[in-house]
C-alpha cells in the first residue's frame, strides 16, 4: 500500500468538514455542561466551608450538578467526533435546560439574566442539532430512510 492509500480516511464521513453547525451545537453544549460543572463545584465548596443551613443538602446539590454537567460534556465531545449517539443526549440537555430557564425568568432577582442566557442557548442548541446539516453529518437518518 502507499502511503497516499493510507492516509486517505476510511469512510465518506470522515472526508467531509464537520459543518459549522455541529461545531456550534458541540460548544453551546459543552458551554452548559461546564457552567454546571463549576455551579456544582461553587456550591460545594461553599456547603463545605461556608455555613449553609443544611450542609448535607449543599453538599449532595454541589455533586448532583457536577455529575449533571457530565451529559452535556460527554455529548459536545461526541457531536465533535460525529457520533451519532451524542445528539440524543445533546437534546435532552437542552429540553431539560428550557423549564429552568422558565422559572430562572419568573423570578424576581438577579435570575433573570441567567434564565435569558439559558433560554437564548438552549433554543439555539436545539435549532441546531436538528438541522439538516447536523444529521447527515452525525450519519442519522430519518424516518422511512434506512438502508
Keep these: ?16 468538514p464537520r459543518p459549522r453547525r455541529l461545531t456550534y451545537a458541540a460548544v453551546l453544549a459543552a458551554l452548559e455542561g ?15 466551608t461556608g455555613d449553609p443551613d443544611d450542609r448535607q443538602q449543599a453538599v449532595t446539590g454541589g455533586i448532583t450538578l457536577v455529575v449533571l454537567g457530565l451529559l452535556p460534556l460527554l455529548a459536545a465531545r461526541g457531536l465533535l ?10 437534546v435532552i440537555t437542552q429540553i431539560m ?26 433554543v439555539a442548541a436545539l435549532v441546531l442539532l436538528v438541522n439538516p446539516a447536523t444529521t447527515r453529518a452525525l450519519g442519522i437518518k430519518g424516518p422511512g430512510r434506512a438502508e
Design 34 to 48: 461546564a457552567a454546571l460543572v463549576i455551579g456544582g463545584v461553587w456550591i460545594l465548596v461553599l456547603g463545605l
Design 81 to 90: 467526533l460525529r457520533r451519532s449517539w451524542s445528539r440524543g443526549p445533546a
Design 1 to 16: 500500500m502507499s502511503s497516499e492509500q493510507k492516509s486517505a480516511p476510511e469512510t465518506a464521513e470522515a472526508a467531509e
Design 97 to 122: 435546560a428550557l423549564p429552568v430557564a422558565y422559572n430562572l425568568l419568573k423570578a424576581d432577582s438577579m435570575a433573570i439574566p441567567g434564565g435569558i442566557a439559558l433560554a437564548v442557548v438552549a
